[in-house]
């Protein structure tokens, strides 16, 4: 049932945004050299690797790490970066993952491919087993600001209290969270 409910509803929301994924893609391409997705290696259900699509927001000579370990991630941002991410617009590209299903629109955010201490602190806990998600529990409890231990925590409650009703309240507070911009530090 989510897996059918994931894909009409990524299937709805990608021909609402089509105008806007367009405009977007044509905005990256032309204030930046490269091309207008990234495709990232995340590690996704049962720790499979997949090519997860975002809009570019960093120049095309960033190391493949996560934001917060690069020395001055504002220094590495396109000109329009900053407002693909403040925005979420960075995240339209990921409908496709949901619609392929390798994500799902609730889940635990898929880890990139050398995050090591999340991938095995994920495994431990038994979160490897759900499809990562485009918005999580973690993501309305501190999106960017939260140590991996914590953000495990949350993937784990989320793991545990999974239902339909939570995923709904999940992104009806992940709508709130990104209206208000709430939890975004680059």
């Not at 999106?143 to 784990?156: A, T």
Request: charged share 25%; net charge positive.
């Amino acid at each position: 049932m989510k897996r059918c409910f994931d894909f009409l509803l990524a299937l709805m929301v990608s021909l609402f945004f089509i105008l806007p994924i367009i405009v977007v893609a044509i905005l990256v391409r032309l204030t930046s050299k490269g091309p207008a997705l990234y495709w990232s290696d995340r590690v996704g259900i049962n720790n499979r690797i997949f090519k997860m699509p975002k809009f570019r927001s960093m120049r095309i000579d960033t190391p493949a790490v996560a934001t917060h370990l690069l020395a001055d991630p504002k220094a590495c941002l396109t000109p329009i970066g900053g407002f693909l991410r403040k925005s979420s617009l960075d995240e339209l590209p990921q409908l496709w993952s949901i619609l392929v299903g390798d994500m799902s629109f609730v889940g635990p955010r898929p880890a990139l491919f050398n995050q090591d201490d999340l991938i095995q602190l994920r495994t431990e806990k038994g979160v490897d087993r759900i499809r990562p998600g485009l918005t999580g529990w973690a993501q309305i409890n501190g999106r960017d600001e939260l140590p991996i231990p914590v953000k495990v925590g949350f993937d784990v409650e989320y793991l545990q209290r999974r239902s339909f009703v939570f995923d709904l309240k999940i992104l009806l507070l992940t709508f709130l969270k990104v209206i208000r911009r709430d939890g975004i530090t680059h």
